[in-house]
């Protein structure tokens, strides 16, 4: 079994930074693709970041120049540094990851149970 934890959320005054952390654990073989996504209240999770096993990476456009994903695979974590922080991302903000097993299961997407952000203006 494998799993995701997301730490690092929490309260922050417009313009503040936060860095988000998910660390992956269990019987890992290979994480392929990891991400973070977020979902506001009432509304729809949406992509936030994604980076391959490689280092490429994509950006939703509301956060390119203000948002970070990188990934340390010898730690199983991925991390979303995030900067000039406004008002409409606060958000429950999701890791999520392609990961495949010691014993050859491939989990195309595990979820971690989310951090909360909240910008205040």
């Known amino acids: 079994q494998v799993q995701l934890v997301e730490s690092g959320g929490g309260s922050v005054q417009a313009g503040g930074s936060l860095r988000l952390s998910c660390a992956a654990s269990?019987?890992?073989?290979?994480?392929?693709?990891m991400g973070w996504y977020r979902q506001a209240p009432g509304k729809q999770r949406d992509v936030v970041a994604v980076?391959?096993?490689?280092?490429?990476?994509t950006y939703a456009d509301s956060m390119k120049g203000r948002f970070t994903i990188s990934r340390d695979n010898d730690k199983n974590t991925v991390y979303l540094q995030m900067n000039s922080l406004r008002p409409e991302d606060t958000a429950v903000y999701y890791c999520?990851?392609?990961?495949?097993?010691?014993?050859?299961?491939?989990?195309?997407?595990?979820w971690g149970q989310g951090t909360l952000v909240t910008v205040s203006s």
């Open positions: 999520n990851a392609d990961i495949v097993s010691r014993f050859g299961a491939r989990y195309r997407e595990v």
């Open positions: 269990g019987s890992i073989s290979v994480i392929n693709t």
């Open positions: 980076i391959a096993r490689g280092g490429t990476t």
